[in-house]
């Protein structure tokens, strides 16, 4: 087999000496602007919504583009802007973006997922006590000179059951909020652990009917996504106590309109509360408009001075730290890693990426071209960030194999699942270091582990190799052998690999029994052309010889 190198750009940070240009658009807070235009390799252009044929012109020459809703960033967009390397949102909802195409093409998405947190919290309960309170009427019969002080009896939040669907970020300062009113709290969120219900004093629901059934007042605070579209339906609706209030600030769609309208109509539920739509900006039904118990805002959730400054120095931010170092932790479309710093992880990155390249080169010498299969175990301090650790054993299985696409972290799955690559999270390792990643790669009957470990803030070590344990680290060029368990092979490897110019970093021999097959995992500074391979294949009782380039990896 051939020196195996990467022949890909798998980084999103900025070359040394590049100008990288940003458009940005929809108005974006002058706080949020001058994070990017502070810095002075990085060139800022501001400009209102552009109509699409305009943007679809234009976008080939940016690098970065930061907008809100206004702008749609379609497919057809993200194709266009051949130099992308990031969206971002000032804002929460991404359901602007063409988010599976982005991630196949390697652009990231980053929103400002905290900056309206309070706004939107804010908004809820202003809301509320506006309808309990007849506030809106009451203004508007002294706003026409009348006192009808009788016909505005309202109720109290004190005693009433709140249900949260979603105890993200939101969720949780209603929560927090709703408890210092006296409200008892209950909520549903499958994807958030106990600890946080615990820590929030919230009671948890094991299912979204038992919420319902619950709940005085319910108020969603989940993405629109597949699973949340249409969530709250007739069905779900029913299940709701007589007289209960729904409220929608996060996403239209994930309460179907119609059953909402038949629900109020019908006296079923006292109240909704809505601040988005189905359709925007377009307002919302007739009837819907006309009701009294209906409290209707304009997507105002994160309409305040402090949430517009926030989320557009939120995401900014974002954007200057992955075009200028990388920082990818708040790519959205990189899985999660969890409650873990980026700088933190980056060994376990490496770790995975080349231990995946390295069963990769060591399935081409036994013939397997093309890599079928990978699968990643991490230990349990890692387990977190497992979703990333794969997107990186993806990206080193493919570095040698894609050309004319754009190869980093954030597409390298996508790249691998369209390419008939299995992908697979197993069972985290029970035993062992809890910094450890295991990378199995497979193709055809034949499958390769490589495994190390890689503590935070030290130089990630390889500790195994199909069956053999070793301990080296993998850097610039590392030279695999097999080869007979006799006298001299180390010092005939020695020799040649100092005859090329080739200095030795680190020398692991290890084998199974006395006499048997043994494998040599050496860390080498140069190049290990493949002359120098040939040279050592016919070395006396090398059985197998493998040379992995990791210097422009």
């Known amino acids: 087999m051939t020196a195996f190198a990467p022949s890909s750009p798998t980084t999103l940070a900025q070359p040394p000496g590049d100008t990288l240009r940003i458009l940005m658009t929809d108005d974006i807070d002058p706080e949020g602007v001058a994070v990017l235009?502070?810095?002075?390799?990085?060139?800022?252009?501001?400009?209102?919504?552009?109509?699409?044929?305009?943007?679809?012109?234009?976008?080939?020459?940016?690098?970065?583009?930061?907008?809100?809703?206004?702008?749609?960033?379609?497919?057809?967009?993200?194709?266009?802007?051949?130099?992308?390397?990031?969206?971002?949102?000032?804002?929460?909802?991404?359901?602007?973006?063409?988010?599976?195409?982005?991630?196949?093409?390697?652009?990231?998405?980053?929103?400002?997922?905290?900056?309206?947190?309070?706004?939107?919290?804010?908004?809820?309960?202003?809301?509320?006590?506006?309808?309990?309170?007849?506030?809106?009427?009451?203004?508007?019969?002294?706003?026409?000179?009348r006192w009808e002080r009788s016909q505005f009896l309202g109720s109290e939040l004190f005693g009433r059951t709140l249900g949260i669907v979603g105890l993200g970020r939101i969720g949780g300062e209603v929560a927090h909020r709703a408890k210092a009113f006296g409200m008892t709290v209950l909520a549903y969120d499958p994807y958030v652990p106990a600890e946080r219900f615990q820590a929030l004093q919230v009671t948890r629901a094991d299912s979204l009917d038992e919420l319902l059934r619950s709940a005085n007042i319910l108020t969603l605070h989940v993405p629109l996504t597949a699973e949340t579209r249409d969530m709250i339906g007739r069905r779900e609706l029913a299940l709701l106590p007589a007289g209960?209030?729904?409220?929608?600030?996060?996403?239209?769609?994930?309460?179907?309109?119609?059953?909402?309208?038949?629900?109020?109509?019908?006296?079923?539920?006292?109240?909704?509360?809505?601040?988005?739509?189905?359709v925007e900006p377009l307002p919302p039904d007739a009837r819907l408009r006309s009701m009294s118990n209906v409290v209707l805002t304009p997507h105002i959730g994160a309409s305040t001075a402090e949430a517009q400054r926030n989320v557009a120095v939120d995401v900014c931010v974002a954007v200057r730290d992955l075009l200028l170092h990388g920082e990818l932790s708040r790519s959205i479309n990189l899985a999660a890693v969890d409650r873990r710093s980026w700088d933190a992880l980056q060994p376990a990155l490496l770790l995975a990426r080349r231990a995946a390249a390295i069963g990769r080169a060591l399935l081409g010498d036994r013939g397997v071209q093309i890599a079928r299969r990978i699968t990643v175990r991490v230990g349990s301090e890692l387990a977190g960030a497992s979703g990333a650790l794969l997107s990186s054993a993806a990206l080193g299985v493919l570095e040698n194999v894609v050309e004319g696409e754009r190869l980093n972290l954030i597409s390298a799955r996508a790249l691998a699942e369209a390419r008939g690559i299995e992908l697979a999270m197993a069972d985290p390792l029970t035993e062992g270091h809890p910094y450890a990643v295991e990378v199995v790669v497979g193709g055809g009957m034949e499958t390769i582990t490589v495994g190390g470990i890689a503590p935070l803030g030290e130089t990630p070590r390889l500790?195994?190799?199909?069956?053999?344990?070793?301990?080296?680290?993998?850097?610039?060029?590392?030279v695999i052998l097999t080869n007979r368990d006799v006298p001299g092979v180390i010092g005939h490897v020695g020799t040649l690999l100092g005859a090329a110019n080739v200095n030795i970093a680190e020398y692991h021999q290890a084998r199974l029994t006395q006499g048997g097959d043994a494998l040599a995992a050496i860390a080498v500074d140069g190049t290990v052309d493949e002359s120098l391979r040939r040279a050592l294949l016919e070395l006396p009782d090398v059985l197998s010889a493998t040379a992995v380039d990791f210097r422009r990896s």
Do not use: C, W
Request: cysteine-free.
């Open 244 to 278: 209960a209030i729904v409220a929608n600030l996060a996403r239209g769609g994930i309460v179907q309109d119609e059953s909402l309208e038949e629900a109020l109509v019908a006296g079923g539920l006292r109240g909704a509360l809505l601040d988005v739509f189905a």
């Open 37 to 145: 235009a502070a810095e002075p390799s990085l060139t800022v252009e501001v400009v209102p919504t552009l109509p699409p044929a305009e943007l679809l012109a234009r976008i080939g020459d940016y690098d970065a583009l930061v907008g809100r809703s206004a702008t749609r960033i379609t497919s057809e967009l993200l194709t266009r802007g051949r130099k992308l390397r990031v969206v971002g949102r000032a804002g929460v909802g991404v359901d602007n973006i063409a988010l599976p195409e982005a991630t196949r093409l390697g652009v990231a998405v980053v929103n400002a997922p905290a900056g309206n947190t309070i706004a939107v919290a804010e908004l809820f309960f202003g809301s509320l006590i506006s309808l309990l309170r007849h506030i809106s009427g009451a203004a508007i019969s002294m706003q026409g000179g």
């Open 463 to 478: 500790t195994q190799i199909g069956a053999f344990l070793v301990n080296v680290a993998p850097r610039q060029t590392l």
